[in-house]
């Protein structure tokens, strides 16, 4: 049985604008709530070739968890209660999967999975690095940039 990873939008945006959306379909089923779907309906994210499933909660947002967006909020709730691994590429909302002891994993760990797994060599893994601190709206420090590259170049990239 696969595992379930529940993505925010964050790294759905973001790995669709370095071309690498397709890697989330390695990491298990992908669970997308309605409310991170609903964020990216006004967006220019296109996640139409993306496999996935949509799952809607019924929380009061602010009671849950206030100091996050409803789609970083749904997705952390379903994570919970399904066991599954939250995808963020928001500080906040990584910190607080760490405190509630839920596996969190952003763009780069995605991207770090692919590679792990053999669907990018070390060449096109650490391009798509580069592209998701260039050209896309995530930040991204140098190092932690430098850090994930020596991951692959070391061979010790993955979950």
Same mark, same amino acid.
């Given at each position: 049985?696969?595992?379930?990873?529940? @993505?925010?939008?964050?790294? /759905?945006?973001?790995? $669709?604008? =370095?071309?690498?959306?397709?890697?989330? !379909?390695?990491? %298990?089923?992908?669970?997308?709530?309605?409310?991170?779907?609903?964020?990216?309906?006004?967006?220019?994210?296109?996640?139409?070739?993306?496999?996935?499933?949509?799952?809607?909660?019924?929380?009061?947002?602010? @009671?849950?968890?206030?100091? /996050?967006?409803?789609? $970083?909020? =749904?997705?952390?709730?379903?994570?919970? !209660?399904?066991? %599954?691994?939250?995808?963020?590429?928001?500080?906040?909302?990584?910190?607080?999967?760490?405190?509630?002891?839920?596996?969190?994993?952003?763009?780069?760990?995605?991207?770090?999975?692919?590679?792990?797994?053999? @669907?990018?060599?070390?060449?096109?893994?650490?391009?798509?690095?580069?592209?998701?601190?260039?050209?896309?709206?995530?930040?991204?420090?140098?190092?932690?940039?430098?850090?994930?590259?020596?991951?692959?170049?070391?061979?010790?990239?993955?979950?």
């Amino acid at each position: 049985m696969s595992r379930l990873v529940v @993505a925010d939008a964050g790294p /759905l945006i973001h790995l $669709e604008q =370095a071309d690498a959306l397709s890697l989330l !379909e390695l990491t %298990g089923e992908v669970l997308v709530p309605k409310t991170v779907l609903d964020e990216l309906q006004d967006g220019p994210t296109n996640v139409s070739k993306l496999d996935f499933s949509v799952e809607q909660t019924e929380i009061d947002f602010d @009671a849950v968890y206030p100091h /996050l967006d409803p789609g $970083e909020t =749904a997705a952390l709730v379903i994570s919970a !209660e399904h066991n %599954g691994i939250f995808l963020t590429d928001d500080m906040d909302a990584r910190n607080t999967a760490n405190e509630e002891g839920i596996e969190v994993h952003g763009s780069v760990g995605v991207v770090l999975y692919g590679y792990s797994e053999g @669907a990018l060599t070390a060449e096109t893994a650490k391009q798509t690095l580069r592209e998701l601190e260039q050209d896309t709206s995530l930040y991204l420090s140098t190092p932690l940039i430098k850090h994930a590259i020596e991951l692959v170049e070391s061979d010790d990239a993955g979950w």
